[in-house]
């Protein structure tokens, strides 16, 4: 037996809106905004007359229009602008954060250029207090430009790259004496896990404080933990004094006794993780107060995966942060329906493809228990070249400093099918990122998703890999999935895998009967086709605890300008849902099926409402054991002797005109139905 690969976890969460503290006010500036897109001289400036440029609110991309309708979309600069009425006061400090900017983003305030930031995922905050006006009346501008750069990852990719202010922008106001916000654009504080048991857990804290001022000032750093009802379990004081004009990391050690730990969608429970600056007399200078998840896990290269010791498998789908007629500019609300979506399938986790995404969406996975896969954007193509290498560094350093607080983030990504066609040597720039990943989080593993297997390193650089495989629908019949899933075993550093793709197109609106592998490309793809891919690869990857976690490509559809196929424009259709979340595919209760605690039946080939054949199999997807099927209220009898939650009546004969398709089952002594209706039209 190889030896287990032994990795602990237990983190915070940094919320959406910046941390909450008794020092601090946060104002979410989503509304007053003028946008141009173009490129515009002078548009920092006072004078320009920007009374015919369009009025928007936070969040706002441009691109998807075209995208979603398979044309080529702009990719260049626009510019917003609108008023700051803020005074500076004394005794305070004022930041401007971005939550994301696609894809670099020059911020100017009155005039004056406050910064750049380079990379369209990861939040960056300014420091605005020695620009602010003292009018009060202040001008703010921000130029956002999503045109392709060669030193700015994604180079390649297969989703369209849209440009904009697309999450919030918050004016933070402190104390002079505050918990570094300018740090990546974190929290300024880290909690890390030395050791996690269910005896104890020991957390090291690090906070970033910053100093502005002359003087050395002496303070005291307080940690608490408190647990869900609000009582304090436990808190430990270190006295410190700042260097004047420096921001530099304090340290201290706190155990919690017996913890109460985060199980995951068993049990996602969390506590409270304040950390507080305070003077000597007791006055509260900054606070950040943060939930707190407790847990430890494992991977073994031929059992799977271990959450608090115990074995938990880890099945699940990817996600892009698209919706329809939206792109990027998506809301907490669009966010909420994409979770429940995830709840109701019974997904244990989450690949967040194929770059950071929104800090509230990791937050909601914190609290419903959901595993999450964490990426930077290296996708298909990276460049050996400095100032590449540098970008990608940044964008590692953003995702890992905002959210090493994330309980539900279980590994950082590294890249994702580096190696299809490269001419340039990856592996050091590679292991460089790997060890930036380890010195910043010890505590979680690397990861990365492959595709081919001509450069055999690239997947044992991180400590963790994942394979994106496609029998079925990209390469060989479904009917090789286990084949290809035994030859991938000894791929990683380690042994075990996950499977971080695979699936198959389908539209809803077509259907066959007995279908036959479709062209990818093709204009044809049955509904039908993808249950039948994701039946065979899932009892493929059921049967092999090597395999320590899969992810369905993916969860919803979602715009790709250069896919023309599927019957329908600008779409890659391999989601589970429709990019407007109001449809879920066959396929959608195939898992739920499989994965989903709760009751249900359902009649697959429902949408398949026309037809010419009168002869016919119905198959019925249930987590009850023994579901009836009906035809026009005559049974067809029960069955027993389902696979993988799949139950198959062969042969049945439906009459002229419309026919009533009828299911019904219990489980756990709940009633359960489902019906729908076909129509066989007799040959004239």
Excluded at 20 to 33: H, M, P, V
Excluded at 305 to 311: A, I, K, S, V
Excluded at 595 to 611: C, G, K, L, M, N
């Amino acid at each position: 037996m190889r030896p287990l690969i032994f990795l602990t976890i237990g983190f915070a969460l940094f919320l959406h809106l910046a941390p909450r503290s008794q020092a601090r006010e946060n104002q979410r500036l989503d509304d007053g905004w003028r946008f141009k897109l173009d490129d515009v001289a002078g548009a920092e400036k006072n004078g320009l007359d920007a009374a015919g440029w369009a009025m928007v609110s936070l969040p706002h991309c441009w691109g998807w229009e075209d995208a979603q309708q398979g044309k080529n979309y702009y990719r260049g600069p626009g510019w917003y602008r609108r008023e700051l009425n803020v005074s500076a006061q004394p005794g305070k400090r004022y930041f401007l954060r971005f939550e994301a900017a696609s894809l670099v983003a020059d911020v100017y305030l009155n005039e004056k250029l406050l910064g750049q930031h380079r990379g369209g995922f990861g939040a960056f905050c300014f420091e605005i207090t020695k620009q602010l006006s003292d009018t009060g009346t202040n001008l703010l501008a921000v130029r956002v430009d999503n045109t392709k750069a060669p030193d700015i990852a994604p180079l390649d990719g297969d989703f369209s790259v849209y440009g904009g202010l697309y999450r919030p922008v918050h004016l933070i106001v402190t104390d002079e004496y505050n918990f570094a916000l300018t740090d990546h654009g974190s929290s300024g504080v880290a909690w890390l896990q030395t050791s996690v048991s269910k005896e104890q857990a020991v957390l090291d804290v690090t906070a970033q404080i910053s100093n502005p001022l002359t003087n050395h000032q002496p303070l005291r750093l307080v940690a608490s933990v408190f647990d869900a009802a609000g009582k304090l379990v436990v808190s430990q004081t270190e006295p410190i004094t700042l260097t004047s004009h420096f921001t530099a990391p304090f340290f201290l050690s706190i155990t919690v006794p017996q913890p109460h730990l985060w199980n995951g969608r068993k049990d996602p429970y969390l506590y409270q993780a304040v950390v507080e600056l305070r003077t000597t007399n007791d006055v509260a200078v900054d606070r950040v107060e943060q939930p707190l998840g407790l847990r430890y896990y494992s991977v073994d290269p031929d059992k799977g995966f271990f959450l608090n010791g115990e074995p938990y498998h880890l099945h699940g789908v990817d996600r892009h942060q698209d919706f329809m007629n939206k792109g990027w500019a998506i809301t907490e609300a669009d966010m909420d329906t994409d979770i429940a979506l995830l709840k109701e399938l019974g997904a244990t986790v989450i690949r967040c493809a194929h770059y950071q995404h929104s800090d509230y969406f990791y937050s909601l996975c914190d609290r419903a228990g959901i595993l999450v896969w964490a990426e930077i954007p290296q996708v298909n193509t990276i460049r050996i070249a400095p100032e590449f290498e540098n970008t990608s560094r940044n964008q590692l350093l953003d995702l890992i400093r905002q959210n090493i607080n994330h309980p539900a983030i279980f590994a950082w990504s590294l890249f994702n099918e580096v190696g299809n066609g490269v001419t340039e040597d990856p592996h050091r720039e590679l292991q460089n990122l790997n060890n930036l990943a380890h010195g910043e989080d010890p505590t979680r593993p690397t990861i990365a998703g492959a595709s081919v297997m001509q450069l055999p390193q690239t997947a044992k650089i991180p400590d963790l890999i994942g394979w994106n495989i496609y029998p079925g629908w990209y390469g060989g019949s479904k009917e090789t999935y286990g084949r290809e899933l035994d030859r991938r075993q000894t791929t990683s550093r380690h042994g075990g895998f996950g499977v971080s793709e695979y699936g198959a197109g389908a539209n809803p609106a077509q259907h066959e009967q007995n279908p036959r592998q479709p062209k990818p490309t093709g204009q044809w793809h049955p509904e039908e086709w993808q249950a039948e891919v994701h039946e065979t690869a899932w009892a493929a990857i059921k049967a092999r605890p090597f395999v320590w976690g899969s992810f369905v490509w993916c969860l919803f559809d979602f715009a790709v300008n250069t896919r023309h196929e599927g019957g329908v424009e600008g779409l890659n259709d391999k989601g589970l849902v429709t990019r407007d979340r109001q449809t879920k595919k066959d396929a959608f209760y195939f898992y739920k099926a499989n994965w989903s605690d709760e009751p249900f039946v359902y009649i697959t080939s429902r949408r398949f409402a026309e037809r010419t054949n009168a002869v016919t199999d119905v198959k019925i997807y249930s987590n009850a054991a023994e579901p009836e099927l009906f035809i026009n209220g005559v049974s067809q009898g029960k069955r027993s002797d389902g696979t993988n939650g799949v139950f198959i009546w062969k042969n049945l004969t439906l009459a002229p005109g419309e026919n009533k398709i009828t299911a019904s089952a219990q489980r756990n002594g709940q009633p359960l139905a489902d019906a729908c209706v076909w129509k066989l039209s007799t040959p004239r």
